[in-house]
């Protein structure tokens, strides 16, 4: 069984094995993850989807990727050349540096030499993951801002306001998975649902990691940062080639990486499912449990096409306030239930059963009660609702313009005119006709 241990001894060809072999793992699985996504979207909305380059259109993916790379490339001429040219690079790097900690099987013969499924592991392996992904956003941030256009400024913004704070919820939602490991390590936390997966104990943490990385990935129902209707496209809009290509790879191998570390928290990594571990010896043995992992991973990539295909976009505020408001207090309250029942297990020697009944049933009716309360609006002051509304216009959660306000007909130059400028020059002009 492969641990911290079994790392840092394998041979430089091994290394370089393996590192090819990550590489070229996740270039295959984002081109047929592109493919799979059209065709399931496709049969969703009664299409065929790509079907004429390859068997079943498999073709389709690569394809596409040797004509962007094939197509003119465009620099905007407001443009910050250098940091135009590195935003997608410092993208797509960090989308590849985070698989090499995901333990893909047990420990092999690779031409003699026994070695672990997985490039490497640290005692932090799970911390290595997602400052990985937060490093992506740099690069999305700096293509905003080195496009030299609002529209991409404004979508770099969001994905940045959308990283913090869904970030936030993910790491609330493994903090309870380290509980029950003991240990931040990928290959130790696998090692550790040997007998039973942290799914099943730890349920709502799956649930808050589940929406918290479709936020993190900027996927719909959360893919507010590419929102077309206000944004064009976002962060990319003034990108297109090789550069946009590189934008493309990196979403879609993030995909894959959070799916593969839902596998590796939450349903046992590379472990044999259904408890086929139990009745068949080998099957956790050797090179198969690679398509065990492999199968977790597109079920869970699966999901992420389903909620593409079925759920609209959300409004940015309810977005950030269900991050910030639902996400972030239920996963800080089920970490304290999750520790409680831990302490009571080890010191008291208390059965889940009675943990459940005694701990968590109680915490559950208060976290019920707590998100079921209405929320109270602030009182009005000065005459004026808390968005400038006057009193007799119905009270909405965004501002909306006053009903009463005044255009004048010509403005002298770049001048701005307030509202009450507006005022006295519609006065003036009513006084002069008259």
């Given at each position: 069984m492969p641990n911290l241990d079994s790392f840092g001894h394998d041979v430089w060809w091994i290394i370089l094995i393996k590192v090819v072999a990550v590489f070229a793992i996740l270039v295959v699985m984002t081109l047929f993850t592109i493919w799979l996504e059209r065709r399931v979207v496709g049969r969703m909305q009664q299409r065929i989807g790509p079907n004429r380059v390859g068997p079943q259109g498999l073709l389709q993916s690569l394809a596409d990727g040797l004509k962007l790379a094939f197509k003119e490339d465009i620099m905007p001429a407001l443009a910050d050349k250098p940091v135009y040219f590195l935003a997608p690079i410092i993208a797509a790097i960090p989308a590849f540096l985070a698989f090499s900690v995901i333990p893909l099987g047990p420990e092999v013969s690779i031409f003699g030499e026994r070695t672990a499924l997985q490039l490497t592991d640290v005692p932090v392996g799970v911390l290595i993951v997602l400052a990985c992904s937060s490093m992506g956003v740099y690069g999305i941030v700096l293509a905003g801002w080195a496009s030299g256009s609002t529209y991409p400024l404004l979508g770099s913004l969001r994905s940045a306001a959308q990283l913090?704070?869904?970030?936030?919820?993910?790491?609330?939602?493994?903090?309870p998975v380290f509980l029950y490991a003991g240990s931040l390590s990928t290959s130790e936390v696998v090692a550790s649902q040997q007998n039973v997966w942290h799914v099943f104990p730890l349920f709502i943490s799956f649930v808050i990691f589940g929406i918290a990385v479709v936020g993190e990935t900027n996927r719909a129902p959360f893919d507010l940062p590419?929102?077309?209707?206000?944004?064009?496209?976002?962060?990319?809009?003034e990108y297109s080639s090789l550069k946009f290509a590189l934008f493309f790879l990196a979403e879609y191998i993030n995909i894959v990486t959070v799916s593969a570390l839902a596998t590796t928290l939450f349903l046992g990594g590379w472990r044999a499912p259904f408890g086929l571990g139990t009745i068949w010896a080998g099957a956790n043995?050797?090179?198969?449990?690679i398509v065990w992992f492999l199968g977790k991973v597109f079920a869970f990539i699966f999901v992420f096409i389903w909620l593409r295909g079925t759920l609209p976009r959300l409004r940015?505020?309810?977005?950030?306030?269900?991050?910030?408001?639902?996400?972030?207090?239920?996963?800080?309250?089920?970490?304290?239930?999750?520790?409680?029942?831990?302490?009571l297990s080890r010191e008291y020697d208390w059965s889940f059963i009675q943990s459940v009944l005694f701990v968590g049933i109680p915490l559950g009716v208060v976290l019920v009660v707590l998100l079921l309360l209405p929320e109270k609006l602030p009182e009005p002051e000065d005459?004026?609702?808390?968005?400038?509304?006057?009193?007799?216009?119905?009270?909405?959660?965004?501002?909306?313009?006053?009903?009463?306000?005044?255009?004048?007909?010509?403005?002298?130059?770049?001048?701005?005119?307030?509202?009450?400028?507006?005022?006295?020059?519609?006065?003036?002009?009513?006084?002069?006709?008259?």
């Open positions: 913090i704070s869904y970030e936030v919820a993910l790491g609330l939602a493994i903090v590419e929102a077309e209707s206000e944004l064009v496209g976002g962060f990319h809009t043995e050797g090179w198969l449990p940015y505020d309810q977005f950030m306030q269900f991050g910030w408001k639902v996400l972030v207090p239920v996963g800080l309250l089920w970490i304290v239930v999750v520790a409680s029942l831990r302490t005459d004026e609702t808390l968005y400038g509304i006057v009193p007799d216009q119905p009270v909405t959660s965004y501002p909306i313009p006053p009903m009463d306000l005044l255009i004048p007909t010509k403005v002298a130059g770049d001048r701005v005119v307030t509202r009450a400028g507006a005022a006295t020059a519609n006065s003036a002009a009513e006084d002069s006709e008259t």
